[in-house]
């Protein structure tokens, strides 16, 4: 107790003897020291929280969160429900304990719906079961794609009775919600529709609709109504003119040089597909099949003679198949520039001057080559040296310069102030050092003159507080060099004082 007291009564005189701006100064470092200390202690006891799973519906949602609260497992939530989160060390292990528990993910259910199957059930409930199983076989399938999130699909099947021969096709319905950012492909999706196709008995590829959770149609068919192209026939269309065109763009961009000219295709495609037999004849061109010549003697001077001779007329058969794909019609327009000539004054513009016609001739040629044009099956073509506005251009590249420029100057900005704050910072650490340094030197209190001398009068200002140092250096080394000495002559003062 007393060493503590020693303690506090050292520290109030050195209080003591600072001044206000010392006192401030202290001060501020003892709560920014204490402030730190608490920032780190509640960071290190803070649990920082993952994402567990997103984009979730609310039945799954519900169906997660109940599962924590069994587990006293801490989450929280986030956009508006759809995103839980719990603590980054359990991120791992709880993802492996939900997809092992099959009443989280797995809402449909497949043929292990006859595992409970229970005695005395009508067919239509049989039939009903089998429908609800193959339903669920089919969504766990699809749903193994990596951008499928949930799916669902609805069978209608045709019932079967003794009393019809002929049984109704089977139809199909597909939704499914991706994964954010992901799509599938229109192969992927005619894959799954040949896949549900395949699985049901007495469905065809048509019968099988496929949309997204937006509404949006997937799936095409062969032919829509009306008589108009399909998607898939449209993308066929497409996917022919852009060949076309990248063969007629890539051929001017290596002869003018990038951005000089500008190409545009359509075509005409043929969707039909043709199956016939065809069988001819000429009778022109006859063969002798057989002849069957027969005598008979009557006398010895008449006889009958009979001649039968059967011809094969030539006959032609031809088996004619017609595959969809090919090119009825194509039109293509080229468009080139030119070049500019010096006006008649100084201050005149430019003058355009188109391409000359045998350019023209030549490069429509090489076009004409490289992409296949057949006069004969009606093929248009068209090419002209016509003066582009270039306006538009030239303000796009100005207004590209200014957000350019707009950009450097914000990023210099954000790295000078960057500096301007390091450099302040510095300074004011650095004058906060000064002061306390000086504060701390302050705090040192002259220890009191000895006894014989306290009539003398004492000097003040600096050179009392060297003296003073002076004095209690030699004093510690004294103590220094005789610490029994010392400790004695402590240990009868402490006894006098308590005397």
Do not use: C
Not at 177 to 198: C, D, E, K, Y
Not at 263 to 275: A, G, K, L, P, Q
Not at 295 to 322: D, F, G, M, P
Not at 415 to 434: C, D, E, P, R, S
């Amino acid at each position: 107790m007393e060493t503590l007291r020693d303690l506090w009564n050292k520290v109030q005189t050195r209080w003591t003897a600072l001044d206000g701006r010392q006192r401030m100064l202290l001060g501020s470092v003892v709560g920014i020291v204490l402030l730190s200390t608490t920032l780190t202690v509640l960071l290190a006891n803070h649990k920082k929280y993952a994402v567990l799973y997103t984009s979730l519906d609310s039945v799954m949602a519900n169906e997660i969160i109940s599962r924590l609260d069994e587990n006293r497992t801490p989450y929280r939530l986030e956009n508006g429900g759809r995103s839980i989160l719990v603590p980054v060390d359990q991120v791992h292990s709880l993802r492996l304990e939900l997809a092992a528990d099959e009443g989280v993910f797995t809402q449909s259910k497949g043929y292990e719906v006859f595992d409970q199957s229970k005695f005395g059930m009508t067919g239509f409930m049989q039939q009903l079961n089998y429908q609800r199983a193959l339903e669920g076989e089919l969504a766990r399938t699809i749903s193994d794609l990596e951008e499928v999130r949930a799916v669902r699909v609805h069978l209608v099947l045709p019932s079967k009775t003794m009393f019809t021969e002929e049984t109704s096709g089977a139809s199909a319905s597909v939704m499914m919600r991706f994964n954010p950012g992901m799509q599938l492909t229109p192969r992927q999706v005619t894959g799954i529709s040949r896949l549900v196709a395949g699985s049901v008995e007495h469905l065809d590829v048509s019968g099988v609709t496929i949309v997204d959770y937006h509404g949006n149609l997937l799936s095409t068919q062969e032919k829509e109504e009306g008589g108009e192209m399909s998607g898939t026939q449209l993308e066929v269309v497409h996917s022919v003119e852009e060949s076309i065109r990248r063969k007629a763009q890539t051929l001017l961009d290596r002869v003018l040089g990038p951005g000089e000219s500008v190409v545009r295709v359509s075509t005409e495609i043929d969707f039909e597909t043709i199956d016939r037999n065809v069988e001819s004849y000429d009778p022109d061109n006859s063969a002798v099949r057989s002849e069957e010549i027969s005598e008979e003697l009557l006398t010895e001077s008449q006889e009958i003679r009979n001649s039968v001779t059967n011809y094969e007329v030539n006959r032609t058969v031809e088996h004619i198949r017609k595959r969809p794909g090919g090119i009825k019609r194509l039109t293509l327009s080229v468009t080139v520039g030119g070049t500019y000539a010096e006006g008649g004054g100084e201050d005149a513009p430019k003058v355009f001057v188109p391409m000359p016609d045998a350019e023209l001739d030549k490069l429509g040629s090489l076009v004409k080559n490289a992409v296949g044009f057949d006069v004969e099956r009606g093929d248009q073509f068209h090419i002209a040296s016509i003066e582009w506005n270039r306006e538009y251009i030239e303000t796009q590249k100005s207004e590209l310069q200014k957000a350019e420029w707009g950009a450097l100057i914000m990023q210099g900005l954000k790295y000078l102030g960057w500096v301007l704050a390091a450099v302040i910072f510095f300074l004011i650490w650095k004058k906060t050092l000064n002061s306390l340094s000086t504060a701390f030197e302050n705090m040192r209190v002259p220890e009191p003159p000895p006894a014989q001398n306290a009539a003398r009068p004492q000097p003040a200002g600096p050179a009392a507080r060297r003296e003073a140092s002076s004095v209690v250096d030699r004093l510690t080394e004294v103590m220094d060099a005789n610490p029994d000495e010392t400790a004695e002559a402590l240990k009868t003062m402490l006894a006098n004082q308590e005397s």
